[in-house]
């Protein structure tokens, strides 16, 4: 099939399968809230006698997730390659603070002790990441095997401990070498991930058997290579569409890999999602919110379960720049065995497709604002996070009604799918109280779990195939170029002495991992 003939296919089947759903069950605009939820004061809330009610079915698996980069610190330990994030940390004026992931929260090491405070929590899956400089520290050839043996003994420990292990084969960290010879706008380095799914796949896949191949593949491109917000720094829209199809023919490369090397293997996702509600009724506002649901958060899923790239481009979709070669609509597909994502916040969008002008600003990958054109010449659209909402700490807007659109959709378009919560928590600050013996009442984080969870219960409750959630995270962390003045774990982590203290509201998760109800 060459170009135009995908092209075509592609266009008549979006609109056709993908944006026909997207008019039919189309979010409204700017989501006015329901009438249970104007009861409450703060806008988009949900009143208390719902979250008392909510329930989980039995056997409905309560997570954490984690990040290799973030958490394990010893970065040149055991053999462990240099990261295109300890290049970038290293360099001055990038991270929050000066600071770096050289040792984090030292997880590395103290493992074990963690592992230990996620069963006293009583969860039951444990989503991890692995750092592939850590496996092959030059991103190609035989493994190293100190980083091998160091994933097989925390697999293990959780194993002891009742706990499923979920592994994300890329949170991040890609190995500098690999950047060197061009980083994913290359797409040599599809066979190299392929090459590393597999080592994994053989060394851990006997005990592994929930595998996502990469942590919000469209950040890695969109935020590396066209915002520049992320290493490698790069500001070039070509190189993000270049980017955006090396990751989706490594997403499927990896999954066949995986398959081949592990008959017990399961293959999903952990997506980046958020709900895209149109800013105005007005069909061009419509249009561009279903481009963003396309581009951001069905493009790879699209992808692997169709092997084609949904509508998320104004006109024909740039295949030339991309990159795209005959033969590949074969190769990027590789349907997904469940399909998780996350949830955060939402985004308000409007057409920009007349615009000349492109860009905007990124704080994190969830605040988008500020673009006064369209965020890039090819999607045509502007995208917001809005405040209606109360924000966090870390600035997102509180919006629990966010979860249960984006679920019910996900579900209504790909023919309710098993669907796992990947990610989805909240940055406070809440610190030790001394007049309290150093207790952690950190309640607006309880609150925001209580309320998103309810609209899941809800989602669940109407037919979602919901089967975990995975609250983000089990510690504080280094919250990327934010460093450490972010704070989104159920458990305090001290950076000065790696001291632990359990917030309440991992006391408060824990029991309601337990109860599997809200109202505990």
Known sequence: MNRRQFAARSLAAAAGVALSPLRNHALTPAASPTAAQTA??????IPDSVIKEARFPEGFLWGLATASYQ???????DGKGESIWDRFTHSPGKIRGGVTGDVACNQYHLYAQDIALAKQLNIKTYRFSISWPRIQPTGSGAPNMKGIDHYSRFVDTLLAAGIRPWCTLYHWDLPQALEDRGGWPNRDLANYFAEYAGILAKHLGDRITVWA????PWAIAFMGYAAGAFPPNRTSFPDFLKAAHTLALAQSQAHRSIKAASSKATIGSAYEMAPAYPATGSDADRAAAARYHAMNNVFFLEAAMKGRYPDAFIGEPPLDIMGFQPGDEKLLQAPLDWVGFHYYTRRIVSDAGKTRAFGGSFSGTEIESGATGARDPYTGLRATMPTEGPLTEAGLEVWPRGIYDLVTQISRE????????????????????EEQHGRIPDQR????YRQHLAELARAIDEGARVRAYHAWTLLDNFQWGEGFTERYGLIYCDFRNQKRTIKDSGHWYGKVAAANKLDV
Do not use: K
């Open 40 to 45: 409450n004061t703060a806008p988009g809330a």
């Open 71 to 77: 958490n394990e610190g010893a970065w040149n330990e």
């Open 213 to 216: 191949p990469f942590n919000m």
């Open 414 to 433: 790909y023919n309710h799918p098993l669907i796992e919560i990947t990610e989805s928590g909240c940055g406070y600050l809440d610190g030790p109280d």
């Open 445 to 448: 984080r309880i609150q925001w």
